[in-house]
């Protein structure tokens, strides 16, 4: 039988920000209670005063499924910024079939206490994905996990 020597304190009422650029989806967030607060933000535009308060007064940033569509330098500005003052985790995912670029915390130049990833299964692929893939049915994501 395995037994855990640590026994970290649950986080109890964690403050969740939701940021997209879909409004629908943010209040959806918003009223059945995942988000305290949201954000209704493009990440390929300017980015507010109001998404760098969160960013910078949160503990965990998690982008999941978000990457492909963020112009090449800006998650790496904003998770050099999140990084910054140390203490915090950042889980983010990438899918390599839709988007071939590398985002290994080393890849994006980042100082870290350790990370670790892993390839998880996505979707099948429609049949035109399908052709235009040279006939790989199915997609997965790689997913890190990153202490810094």
């Given amino acids: ?5 640590v026994h970290p304190e649950p986080i109890r ?16 967030g918003l009223q059945s209670g995942v988000f305290a607060k ?16 969160a960013l910078d007064n949160a503990d965990t940033l998690l982008c999941m499924m978000a ?22 985790f950042a889980i983010y995912s990438t899918i390599p079939i839709f988007d071939d670029r590398c985002y290994s915390p080393d890849a994006l ?9 892993v390839v998880v299964w996505h979707r099948l ?8 893939n040279g006939g790989v049915t199915a997609s997965f994501m790689r997913v890190y996990v990153v202490e810094f």
Avoid: C, H
Wanted: glycine residues 6%.
């Fill in 38 to 53: 949201i954000i209704n933000q493009n990440l390929n535009e300017p980015l507010s005063p109001a998404f760098y308060e």
């Fill in 109 to 117: 130049g980042l100082t870290v206490k350790w990370s670790r990833s």
């Fill in 67 to 88: 990457l492909s569509y963020i112009k090449d330098d800006v998650f790496q500005a904003v998770i050099s910024r999140f990084a910054a003052s140390g203490g915090k």
């Fill in 125 to 132: 692929l429609t049949d035109a994905e399908v052709k235009a």
């Fill in 1 to 5: 039988m395995w037994s855990q020597s």
């Fill in 13 to 28: 009422n964690p403050e969740i920000t939701g940021v997209d650029i879909t409004e629908n989806a943010l209040q959806f």
